[in-house]
């Protein structure tokens, strides 16, 4: 059984069900999740690789939008939702989880699949493509690329890891319009309180708190860490197929010069930048979906 079944918090507040609930293992011997929205078997699947502290609710309006046109996948890395916490923190970083998502697609037989990965799981997307090219029948990269504005990082680290709860959902929608209200100019309450369900869950204590193990900090933390890796050669080897970039228009993570230069060293890269948006866009925008399903269209 689950860890998070024993007495785990409530995530029953999230959009009514579509999909089913589904497991695989890691090589370590973790439990872990994803949401499995069912569609077309003879196209290539969408798998939704979520963002740093995110989890399988992520992209649930896109997810609802495809399915039945395609098969969509919605894996929670460990340490998220309802996958199990890694017992070393020293796991939860990008290799490692690119080695569990390959697992899942062992299990389920996915040789070729688009990828739609935001922030986190764009870099998912690229190592992959140094590891696997021939997986990946088409990319969506959402708000992410090779180099990553280090002032964003620092935002970030602002914020991920830190816990706290809260006593009502509606204490933290305004905790989260509060912290990112920047990001999301023309949130109303009701999208404040969306999201707050989407990366909160009720515990058993009947307090609100964020679905993530906060130790996927801790990486961020390790002294002497080594540099930073150039991911312009895991970028370039997603070439030669359909490869769309979303980039929110105040990103703090992809800069308009990193965009630029991608384009030009893939000029077939396709650069929608949606307006109004930070990091990163939540791809229930109109700009976001109809450069999905435009990409989609070209997809068998």
Known sequence: MDIHDRAGPDRSAAAPKGWSDRFWHSADGLQLHYR??????????????????????????????????RRVLVPEMRGRGMSDYAPDSASYNPVQYVADLVALLDQEGITRFVAVGT??????????????????????LVDVGPEIDPAGIERILEYV??????????????????????????????????????????????????????????????????????????????????LLLLRGE??????????????????????????????????????SIAAIEALLANVA
């Open 161 to 242: 890891g830190q816990g706290g709860s809260f006593a009502t959902w509606m204490h933290a929608a305004r905790a989260l319009q509060e912290l990112h209200g920047d990001v999301h100019p023309d949130f109303a309450l009701e999208d404040w309180l969306a999201m707050a369900k989407r990366v909160m869950a009720l515990g058993a204590n009947g307090r609100v708190a964020y679905d993530y193990d906060m130790s996927i900090a801790d990486p961020f933390h390790v002294e002497a860490a080594p540099p930073a890796a150039d991911l312009w050669p895991a970028f370039e080897a997603l070439a030669n197929r359909p």
């Open 36 to 69: 499995d929205y069912a569609g077309a078997a003879d196209r290539a699947p969408v798998i939704v690789l979520h963002g740093l502290t995110r989890n399988a609710r992520d992209g649930a309006e896109l997810a609802g939008r495809l399915a039945g046109t």
């Open 119 to 140: 922030s986190l799981g764009g870099l998912m997307t690229m190592l992959l493509a140094l590891q696997q090219p021939e997986r990946i029948a088409a990319a969506v």
């Open 250 to 287: 105040s990103s703090a993570i992809l800069s308009a010069a990193t965009a630029r230069e991608m384009q030009r060293r893939v000029p077939d890269l396709t650069v929608v930048t949606v307006p109004r948006v930070g990091h990163a866009p939540t791809l229930a925008e109109p700009q």
